[in-house]
């Protein structure tokens, strides 16, 4: 007894179907296992000069190195006055009004 054939379009429905499936699959592939396009800026690709800078090399003489562990606490840095501060001085006049004072003291004692 023969086998009744499947319908033409079924079968290519169904390879579509896988061909899709497969595609798919390594389209997704492809994109986690590639390594994405690097920009690099224009300054970077510029050519260095071969000379050799004896200034860098003076400057590399006079920083100074610490050792492992130890540790630098820098300097707090006072705020430098803007040029418009500089420029122009502002004059001290003495006004007839009097501030209030504070009559009471401070407490010093908290817990």
Do not use: C, H
Request: proline share 14%; no cysteine; aromatic share 8%.
């Amino acid at each position: 007894m023969k086998k009744p054939k499947a319908p033409r379009i079924l079968t290519v429905a169904i390879f579509t179907t896988i061909t899709i499936i497969f595609w798919v699959f390594f389209s997704v592939y492809r994109v986690l296992t590639t390594k994405p396009l690097v920009k690099v800026p224009p300054e970077l690709l510029e050519p260095i000069t071969p000379n050799l800078d004896t200034g860098a090399l003076g400057k590399l003489e006079k920083r100074v190195f610490f050792e492992e562990g130890e540790t630098v606490v820098p300097a707090p840095i006072s705020p430098t006055p803007s040029p418009s501060e500089k420029t122009a001085p502002e004059e001290v006049t003495e006004s007839t009004e009097t501030t209030p004072e504070a009559t009471e003291s401070p407490s010093t004692t908290t817990q």
